[in-house]
């Protein structure tokens, strides 16, 4: 990388459960969404964006490391990622970066607590230490809370380890403090890389009051994949009016930091980056939550924009097909700040598609994955989890094949049928296309040091 280039900021706004279908920009009915909207047409948008491991440490675990699950030390719920496991905040801080992180990290792992509601109280409280921080440099991070009213940071202060308490939403507060520490260090110091990373909307799908207001229960227009059952669709439409209105702050919330950006004369050489650790279910198939393989769970929001965007007077939206998977978004933050991948990280570079002049134009350059691979490594067995291990694959071309240990599960061709509703996997018609996707799933496996018990197929 070049000395005397001025290097670019780069700020992760990370979500948790935000489903990628669930942008007005997507034709989501339900929301609006101007300000991502807005990002993304300034931007790149890339829709076909997916969490490799619909969960949520894993998935974080990866986006740090760049690192599957199964090799980041992270490979399941509230698993402690191993504090001498190298993090994108330490190749940019050897580059000369500022880091910071604040609000939820999902990566100190789980205390021994007797009840599971003991240790969610003891992890909103719990103070992290600065070794179990991925060599991230400022901090106001908290394990995790899933109490959006009420939300508790860590604080170094001179008198030693502190927590700090934020009234109001969370999304807000946590915004303000970004803003505020923008401010204070302000716009003529170095480059910096910031995380901002919030839990709505995460259950419990609560926002502030006028959010929730523009939401009902009796307005929800339903994917098509949500059965005509009326205890699955009362516990959707409820839990949607809810997520939707802090869908709603959260993009607020994106607005007023790229307003903050301006004033501070930073926001061209600002990349903001905005994605979730995986989706929602919400009734889709008769399903909640995450951990399944199915579209609702495993598409994410996956924005760049900021920094170098278009001109705003020859805006045209186009969105890029590459299936960025969890593992390539620290690499791509790299090549943003012209930094290269190191081997340790198992991911893609994706920046020379955000670089380039007519990325909307360009065909695949060489050494672009034409696959991505899917993975639950170890179920949580929480209510409305997938309780099994499994393996899977999504095609450049649309097909998606998943397998549990000794069983095929899942086949879908997601060009036909995008809604998932005609499952292939042991339908004799297809059997050649399933072989081709098993011998596909089985280099993956391989090609990522992972290990599983595929099924031998006649």
């Not at 604040?102 to 021994?112: A, M, P, S």
């Not at 509601?117 to 992290?128: D, G, L, N």
């Not at 095929?408 to 998932?420: A, G, I, K, R, Y």
Request: glycine content about 8%.
């Amino acid at each position: 990388m070049s000395t005397e280039a001025k290097r670019p900021n780069v700020i992760w706004i990370l979500v948790d459960q935000f489903r990628g279908q669930s942008l007005s920009l997507m034709r989501d009915p339900n929301v609006r969404t101007p300000h991502l909207d807005r990002l993304a047409y300034e931007g790149c948008h890339f829709p076909r964006a997916l969490s490799g491991t619909p969960l949520c440490t894993p998935a974080r675990g990866s986006f740090l490391t760049g690192r599957y699950p199964h090799a980041s030390t992270a490979p399941t719920h509230d698993s402690p990622m191993d504090e001498t496991v190298p993090t994108i905040a330490t190749v940019l801080g050897e580059e000369g970066y500022d880091t910071c992180y604040i609000g939820k990290w999902h990566l100190d792992g789980r205390e021994r607590a007797s009840t599971d509601a003991a240790h969610e109280e003891e992890a909103r409280t719990r103070f992290i230490p600065p070794e179990r921080r991925g060599d991230f440099g400022s901090w106001f991070g908290f394990e995790y809370s899933n109490r959006p009213f009420d939300t508790i940071v860590n604080v170094d202060t001179p008198d030693g380890p502190g927590l700090r308490e934020l009234p109001g939403f969370q999304s807000d507060v946590l915004t303000d403090l970004l803003i505020d520490w923008l401010a204070a260090r302000g716009a003529e110091a170095g480059p910096f890389f910031a995380v901002l990373s919030i839990e709505p909307p995460h259950s419990p799908y609560l926002a502030p009051a006028d959010a929730m207001a523009r939401h009902h229960p009796d307005d929800i227009v339903f994917r098509g994949n949500v059965p005509e059952s009326a205890e699955v669709r009362d516990q959707a439409a409820r839990e949607l009016a809810g997520y939707y209105a802090a869908i709603e702050q959260v993009d607020e919330g994106v607005g007023r930091l790229r307003a903050a950006l301006a004033d501070l004369g930073i926001a061209d050489e600002t990349y903001l980056m905005f994605f979730s650790d995986h989706g929602d279910m919400h009734g889709s198939h008769g399903q909640f939550r995450k951990t399944a393989p199915w579209e609702e769970a495993i598409r994410i929001p996956f924005i760049v924009g900021g920094a170098r965007s278009r001109d705003h007077q020859e805006l045209s939206y186009a969105a890029i097909d590459s299936l960025v998977n969890h593992v390539d978004v620290a690499p791509t933050t790299l090549g943003l700040c012209g930094v290269d991948t190191p081997d340790w990280m198992q991911g893609h570079d994706y920046s020379g598609r955000i670089l380039e002049e007519h990325w909307h134009s360009i065909e695949a350059p060489p050494g672009e994955p034409v696959d991505a691979y899917l993975s639950l490594p170890i179920p949580t067995l929480h209510e409305h989890s997938v309780d099994r291990a499994y393996r899977g694959i999504v095609t450049k071309d649309d097909w998606k094949y998943v397998c549990l240990e000794g069983q095929p599960w899942l086949m879908f061709d997601l060009t036909s049928d995008p809604l998932e509703q005609v499952n292939l996997a042991h339908n004799t018609r297809y059997a050649s296309k399933r072989a081709e996707l098993h011998r596909a799933l089985r280099v993956l496996i391989e090609r990522t040091g992972d290990t599983f018990g595929l099924p031998e197929l006649d």
